[in-house]
Structure formats: C-alpha cells, structure tokens
C-alpha cells in the first residue's frame, strides 16, 4: 500500500525560528513535491525534486528551501519562519520524471506561525 | 500562464440532490485528474481523464472531459453525506511537465448536509 508520511500534522512555531517539515515515502518514486495549501487558492507548488540532490522551484519559492539527499525523504525548510507562512502544507510523491501520474499526498501539516 | 478555474467555490446541498463541478481553462491539457480531500488528509485521486470528450463514472460519480480538452466536469448524483470534502482538478502544464508537476485548480468545497 502506498505511504506518504509527514513529520508533525500540527505545528506551532514563533516568528524568525528555522522551521523543518520532514516527507518520507516508501515507494521508490523519483518525483516529490511540497505545497501549501490556503483557503480560496487550491494547492500551490513551493518546490519540486525529482531526483536525490536534485531540487527545482515551483510557483511560490521564496522564504523556503528543500533538500533530498536520500530518495524516500523530502524535507522543506523555512529559514526564518513569517506570520505570512502560516498555511497547511502537503507532501505528494509520484512514480516517474516525465511521467504524468497520481500524486500520492501525505496528510499534511498545519504549521502556525506566532 | 496556465490556470485551471473551478466552479462553484463552495457548495451546500441536502443529501439526495445532485450537483455539477466545473474545472476550466483557456488552455489545452494533454490529460485532466480529480482529487477528493477529505478534512485533515491530503488530496487522494478520484480519476483521469485522457481523451477529449471521454466520460468516466466511478459510482455516482461522472466525469467528462471536454472535446476540446479545456475543461472538465464532475457530476454527482444523489450526494451523500460521505461525498463531502474538497474537490480539487489538476493537469499538467504543456511546456514544463518535467518531474511529474501538474497545476491545480483552486478547489470545489463541498456540503452534504443530512
């Protein structure tokens, strides 16, 4: 059975701690994703990696950083958490590079930035 | 930029109605795909549509997409209380689908009341 996991499903932080949200999936898949997801605005993709070491931005990058050094594990990093940062944000993994497939989603973490 | 625009936002209906949801855009998709999300769970794949004006029914569900793969609809019959959640289409963008990425719409909530 496929398996996203994610780190915390609750988050507390204060604003201007370095914030880690950790993505394990145990099925082999090359490609991994992070997004947060807002009321009114659907699933917007920070960044994407499909391959260990291997990271590209999506459509909002900015305040966060990733890093996948091994291939089941995707970790997204905000450096100096926001209040603006405060969001529900979802993990997904799908098979191959080029290959349009499902995206298999983690249960998300509700991060809180005070 | 590619933007897939869903209709309606939110919906609240009694349990037994039927209702529409719409997912559009002003560009073409070589495929389109349906999440349901569930409160507190990440987005899970209801179905694909791959060819213009291909419909597809999982149950009470149909989904069409259209002829000029532009857009796509999800049509419930007799909705029951467990149909509610977040309806979310998605597709891949045409000139930069390396690593799997696809663009989501901004999502249907539902409301089935009893």
């Known amino acids: 059975d496929v398996k996203v996991t994610q780190s915390s499903r609750y988050l507390v932080k204060r604003t201007g701690e370095k914030v880690f949200l950790e993505c394990v999936q145990d099925m082999d898949h090359e490609n991994m994703f992070w997004y947060r997801q807002d009321p009114g605005l659907g699933l917007r993709l920070i960044y994407f990696s499909y391959d260990v070491k291997m990271k590209e931005k999506g459509d909002i990058p900015e305040g966060y950083s990733v890093s996948r050094e091994k291939k089941e594990r995707f970790s997204l990093i905000l450096e100096s958490a926001s209040t603006n940062q405060t969001s529900m944000y979802l993990c997904a993994s799908s098979p191959q590079r080029e290959i349009i497939d499902t995206q298999y989603f983690g249960p998300g973490t509700r991060l809180t930035v005070l | 930029t590619q933007l897939l625009e869903q209709s309606p936002q939110f919906l609240s209906i009694q349990e037994g109605e039927n209702l529409t949801v719409y997912c559009n855009s002003s560009s073409v998709f070589s495929s389109l795909q349906w999440y349901r999300q569930e409160p507190g769970e990440g987005p899970v794949l209801l179905v694909t549509?791959?060819?213009?004006?291909e419909v597809k029914k999982l149950k009470r569900l149909t989904f069409q997409f259209g002829d000029a793969r532009k857009d796509s609809s999800l049509h419930i019959t007799a909705a029951q209380t467990g149909d509610t959640g977040l309806y979310l289409c998605a597709g891949p963008p045409i000139l930069d689908n390396q690593g799997g990425k696809l663009i989501f719409g901004q999502g249907t909530e539902l409301s089935v009341k009893p």
């Open positions: 549509v791959v060819t213009g004006g």
